[in-house]
């Protein structure tokens, strides 16, 4: 499983407006997913034409022992289009973030996903120069060689 993960390096991800929504379903991805693509088509806007983030959100143990699960997920837009459709403005990022490619992720997500940000965390804990701040991280999807890829982005600080 080594080969499924790219190179550890530090960016900064610079503040960005998105429109976004929160679900929480047995399939929060797919769905919070579909509920952005739509306003984007809507508008005549592609979605890959736009960076899009999303993150995992907690749910209660009573939502967990129904199986669901909580994502929300959100699209660059900019600051004079409108937000409708019961969507949500927010700015994500805005610091600096330990970076990861899971390859091919969804190829067997609930394995590699949990991995690669496994990995992350431990490259953070390690690091003589980095920490983790435990503020929001985030997930990518990106087209890779082999089908879509995930950048993982983990909020760090200096030591």
Not at 13 to 37: F, N, Q
Not at 129 to 157: A, F, H, N, R, S
């Amino acid at each position: 499983m080594s080969d499924s993960f790219g190179e550890i390096t530090v960016t900064e991800l610079s503040p960005r407006r998105v429109i976004c929504t929160r679900v929480i379903s047995g399939t929060p991805e797919e769905d919070s997913m579909k509920a952005v693509e739509t306003w984007l088509s809507k508008h005549g806007f592609k979605p890959e034409d736009r960076r899009s983030f999303g993150f995992d959100v907690p749910v209660s143990p009573a939502e967990v022992s129904k199986g669901l699960r909580g994502y929300e997920y959100g699209t660059e837009v900019s600051e004079n289009e409108p937000i409708e459709d019961g969507l949500t403005s927010r700015i994500y990022g805005g610091g600096m973030y330990a970076v990861a490619r899971v390859v091919n992720a969804f190829e067997a997500p609930f394995q590699t996903i949990p991995s690669g940000w496994k990995r992350l965390i431990e490259w953070a804990q390690n690091n003589p120069d980095w920490q983790t701040t435990y503020d929001t991280c985030y997930e990518e999807v990106v087209p890779g060689e082999k089908g879509m890829d995930l950048i993982l982005y983990l909020c760090v600080t200096h030591r």
